[in-house]
């Protein structure tokens, strides 16, 4: 399957191929809107290498250790794996309220 980039970068051939006249308005409309595609394009890929970074630093941090967001009073709360697996009941330092947390650890990320 070719990437977004490989796909842009055909249709820019194609453009560039039919010597396209960019005197005529729709023309250089066309080819206008190829290089916003171009740079799009590219913003999509660095997102997408981006969040496959931070993904895989998560992976690594959170192995052991996970923050939480209270429910109730939004604060953010460091929750030990072996806590959610051994059931315990947490309770939020904060205000004191029980806290329910579903976290899957050994969800697969291709799935």
Do not use: H, W
């Given at each position: 399957?070719?990437?977004?980039?490989?796909?842009?970068?055909?249709?820019?051939?194609?453009?560039?191929?039919?010597?396209?006249?960019?005197?005529?308005?729709?023309?250089?409309?066309?080819?206008?809107?190829?290089?916003?595609?171009?740079?799009?394009?590219?913003?999509?890929?660095?997102?997408?290498?981006?969040?496959?970074?931070?993904?895989?630093?998560?992976?690594?941090?959170?192995?052991?250790d996970c923050?939480?967001?209270?429910?109730?009073?939004?604060?953010?709360?460091?929750?030990?794996?072996?806590?959610?697996?051994?059931?315990?009941?947490?309770?939020?330092?904060?205000?004191?309220?029980?806290?329910?947390?579903?976290?899957?650890?050994d969800e697969?990320?291709?799935?």
């Amino acid at each position: 399957m070719k990437s977004l980039n490989e796909k842009v970068a055909y249709l820019k051939g194609l453009a560039d191929g039919m010597e396209l006249d960019t005197s005529v308005k729709q023309n250089r409309l066309l080819m206008v809107m190829i290089d916003i595609l171009e740079d799009m394009a590219y913003s999509i890929e660095d997102i997408q290498d981006l969040t496959d970074e931070l993904y895989e630093d998560c992976q690594i941090d959170c192995s052991e250790d996970c923050q939480y967001q209270c429910p109730n009073c939004g604060e953010l709360i460091d929750i030990e794996e072996k806590m959610i697996e051994n059931g315990e009941q947490l309770i939020c330092p904060e205000c004191n309220e029980p806290i329910k947390v579903a976290i899957d650890f050994d969800e697969d990320p291709e799935e």
